[in-house]
């Protein structure tokens, strides 16, 4: 049985790329300062976490290999006597951002090798003409925010106008995206999708890449995002390996946000959850029904949108040693044939100025029943690793990317 199951951990980037000046970028390095941080004991947290990252299982499949190709650092807190149970090595990216939807395509095939539209810093980021185009076809009052910002800080600032006045909050960031975020009983789930809706049409003229609906509930001092967040993205430019896959009859079951990335585009079955560890149960259920042939694809977001975004370096820490101790999990659910791939789509690094993803090099581990150790080095593009499933799995070759069987 040949199958293959990615585990996308969302921002986990492996240092800085060469262009990373291009970017502002320069020195971002996710790992190896969420590592550092954590020797020192600044990520201490009574009841939660406590001393060196804690990381066996990624260890043992090659993550801290990966990121001394990247870097050239060793931590005295891993193993470097043992070689990794795993095919691995690292990436970088062509695409010309470092957004999420460019990650995710370049991997399975379509570098997005073109510049999407980006809203400024300064206040207000949003054209007049839009805000305007979208208060009227929106059938709402008006609009708060109309700036960059944290999207768990802007719906503290100004969660209680919202509610009060019934004008959505609407944010960007250095990414090209429109995110809307509303109070899912006070301003309703299906009005803010509604919304979105007529603002992907909108920016289309902008060349945006995502609109995000990001809804809230609570009161005043106690708001929480939900689980309910909807990306609504610009569909590749051309067919990826799952569009492939999914012409051939092939299952494609797409867990987490990846459905969203890919526009609905080459998925066969769609699963959500709420969080890292529901994404695990997710992903362990899905390995449980994948046919021959299939990809369970996964997004950890947690790792992104609650950790690197907001800067919390021991949350992102303690969330890496609890994905780590799952990984045993879905070993014992591999059947011979089956693979697994530890990839990512971008940095974003909890240590960095700002609140933006950083430009990084991403690891590239491959492993299961049967695969042997092997450095595969410097991989040119993330299309590398969607050239290799499409061997692997008998799919006709993509046209980016350099197969590592």
């Known amino acids: 049985m040949k199958r293959v199951f990615i585990l996308l951990l ?18 971002g390095d996710t790992f190896g300062h969420i590592v550092e941080y954590c020797a020192t004991g600044k990520a201490d947290v009574a009841g939660l976490r406590a001393g060196p990252l804690k990381i ?4 043992r499949v090659g993550l801290h290999f990966a990121a001394l190709a990247s870097t050239g650092v060793r931590f005295p807190s891993f193993d470097y006597t043992q070689l990794p149970q795993s095919v691995y090595g690292y990436a970088v990216e062509r695409s010309f951002g470092k957004d999420t939807p460019s990650g995710h395509w370049e991997m399975m095939g379509v570098p997005a090798l073109f510049h999407w ?16 185009a979208l208060i009227s076809q929106g059938k709402i009052p008006g609009v708060l925010g109309n700036k960059h910002a944290s999207g768990t800080e802007i719906i503290r600032e100004l969660g209680e106008e919202h509610i009060r006045t019934g ?9 090209s995206v429109f995110q809307i975020a509303a109070h899912e009983q006070y301003f309703g789930l299906q009005r803010l999708y509604d919304l979105c809706e007529v603002t992907r049409k909108l920016v289309n003229t902008y060349n945006i890449g995502r609109v995000i609906a990001r809804p809230f509930i609570g009161e005043p001092g106690h708001f929480t995002r939900t689980a309910n967040r909807h990306d609504y993205t610009t569909p590749p430019p051309s067919d990826t390996l799952l569009d492939q896959m999914k012409a051939a009859g092939k299952s494609v079951i797409a867990i987490g946000k990846i459905s969203d990335i890919f526009a609905h585009r080459g998925v066969t079955e769609t699963i959500t959850a709420q969080d890292n560890m529901s994404l695990f149960d997710a992903t362990l259920k899905a390995a449980q029904q994948c046919d021959q042939g299939g990809i369970v694809f996964t997004n950890f977001v947690d790792f992104d949108s609650s950790y690197g975004h907001r800067r919390d370096v021991a949350g992102y820490a303690n969330a890496l040693e609890m994905f780590d101790r799952r990984l045993p ?4 659910c591999l059947k011979p044939g089956d693979i697994v791939f530890i990839v990512a789509d971008h940095g974003c690094d909890p240590t960095f100025k ?14 299961g029943p049967g695969v042997s150790s092997k450095f595969i080095g410097r991989r040119e593009s993330f299309a590398d690793v969607g050239q290799t499933i499409a061997q692997y799995l008998g799919m006709r070759a993509l046209p980016y990317g350099v197969s590592f069987l």
């Open 10 to 27: 969302d921002s986990l980037g492996i240092g800085a790329s060469q262009d990373a000046q291009s970017f502002g970028d320069v020195g």
């Open 56 to 59: 066996d299982n990624l260890c």
């Open 117 to 132: 539209g980006y809203f400024p810093p300064e206040y207000p980021s949003f054209p007049e003409q839009l805000i305007q």
């Open 167 to 175: 004008k959505p909050i609407v944010y960007t960031s250095a990414d």
């Open 329 to 332: 999990e879905l070993e014992a």
């Open 354 to 367: 700002g609140s933006d993803h950083t430009r990084e090099h991403i690891p590239v581990l491959m492993f």
